[in-house]
């Protein structure tokens, strides 16, 4: 029995790192404004968790006090993070995007180093050095082209800041509440941000073809849901470890679906520079438990 949920977590990790690595391709697939595309995500998945929330609220009682604040901030930060992640998708590559979001994890390990005050070791200094060699040759492919390129490997970079906040936040939050208890707030407080700016700013919120709708749902059931929901289960069978090594993949696997599915290509260059930051955050991820904690 012990065995057969080792080998479920095993799929269920798998199978939530390949329905986050679809997230940016149903952005790009979506005939919308990246903040519509990602205000849909996170209302369908709050959506979706409502009956688990209310049936754990009434099962449990929620604690009352600055918890929520924790609750707030987090949902501030996922719509931060989500809006201009999905909006740079629509300006630059897929896999720049995605690259210099997952660089959350270098912001956390810079954060803990100058407000924890936490000793960081010679790993963390060598995935520093990766992740800007190979941010600044990623990017710096980029110089000299369109102004979209730049604009959307902006909102990318600020993007992975919001994500990192996100984390830390996140570990405030989650001492005082369970999973559920705080993502089901959390979607839903981002979802009704992002609808406050796309009326804000006249977005439109229907009209869309069906493929567009397609993409909607495919962001919020597959890769909101289903995919945070896989990882949750791989993370209470599986060592935080494993599941940390493993999401490092998401943004390869991401880069690599949008070839055939975006039809993106990369130079030769973009490729030792993304697998330069990929060996940056792998260092920085396990040079100690503690950030490793956070991020997952």
């Keep these: 029995m012990a065995r057969r949920k080792i080998v479920w977590a095993y799929l269920a990790l798998g199978f939530g790192v390949l329905a986050l690595s679809l997230t940016s391709i149903f952005v790009r697939w ?17 959506v979706v968790l409502l009956p688990f929330f209310v049936r754990r609220a009434v099962q449990k009682p929620l604690p009352r006090g600055q918890v929520w604040w924790w609750v707030l901030a987090g949902g501030l930060l996922v719509a931060l993070d989500h809006g201009l992640l999905s909006t740079a998708v629509n300006y630059t590559r897929i ?44 990017l710096g492919s980029d110089v000299g082209m369109s102004r979209d390129l730049l604009f959307g490997n902006t909102l990318a970079v600020i993007s992975g800041v919001a994500y990192a906040a996100y984390f830390l936040v996140t570990q405030r939050g989650r001492a ?12 839903l407080i981002s979802a ?27 962001a919020g059931l597959l890769s909101q849901t289903l995919g945070y929901s896989a990882i949750g ?11 940390s090594a ?36 792998a260092l920085i991820n396990f040079r100690h438990k503690k950030v490793e904690k956070v991020i997952t």
Aim: proline fraction near 5%; aromatic fraction near 12%.
């Design 30 to 46: 979506a005939k919308a404004p990246g903040t519509v595309t990602s205000m849909y995500r996170m209302g369908l998945a709050a």
């Design 95 to 138: 896999a720049n995007s995605t690259l210099m979001n997952n660089l959350a994890s270098l912001w956390v390990a810079i954060f803990v180093f100058f407000v924890w005050r936490e000793k960081l070791n010679s790993r963390f200094w060598a995935g520093l050095v990766f992740c800007l060699l190979g941010a600044v040759i990623v």
């Design 176 to 187: 005082s509440l369970d999973t559920l208890a705080y993502i089901f707030p959390v979607d």
């Design 192 to 218: 009704l941000v992002l609808l406050g700016f796309n009326l804000a700013v006249a977005n439109p919120l229907a009209g869309f073809d069906w493929a567009t709708w397609g993409a909607f749902l495919g």
């Design 233 to 243: 289960f791989a993370l209470g069978h599986l060592p935080a470890s494993v599941v």
């Design 246 to 281: 493993t999401l490092i993949a998401q943004p390869v696997l991401t880069t690599l679906l949008a070839i055939p599915l975006a039809g993106e290509s990369l130079q030769p260059i973009q490729w030792l520079g993304g697998a330069a930051v990929i060996v940056g955050i």
